[in-house]
């Protein structure tokens, strides 16, 4: 969740009114992966927009996000309504020249 305060319970979903952003960590990676991330309901009808594509070498630093200016998700708008959830789609994408 996006902090709201910097108080306890500021990161809070219900504080932050359902938006927050995605942080990847992987503990196993040797190398750059490039990827995009994108948000939906579960289902087939909703309209996945995924952002990135972005390269990321793992074996420098273990998490990674989208660029400051596409880190931001309404996670709201995404939720299933039947079954209060929603999904975060992660599309590892090929290496050209690999």
């Not at 910097?6 to 009114?17: E, H, I, M, Q, Y």
């Amino acid at each position: 969740p996006k902090p709201t305060a910097g108080a306890k319970g500021g990161a809070s979903f219900k504080k932050s009114r359902g938006w927050g952003s995605v942080h990847l960590k992987c503990e196993a990676s040797a190398g750059s992966v490039i990827f995009q991330v994108s948000i939906g309901d579960g289902t087939g009808g909703f309209p996945r927009q995924p952002r990135g594509p972005v390269r990321h070498n793992f074996a420098d630093h273990s998490t990674c996000g989208l660029p400051k200016d596409l880190e931001h998700w309404d996670f709201g708008k995404a939720v299933n309504k039947s079954t209060q959830t929603f999904a975060v789609c992660l599309d590892i994408l090929p290496r050209s020249g690999a």
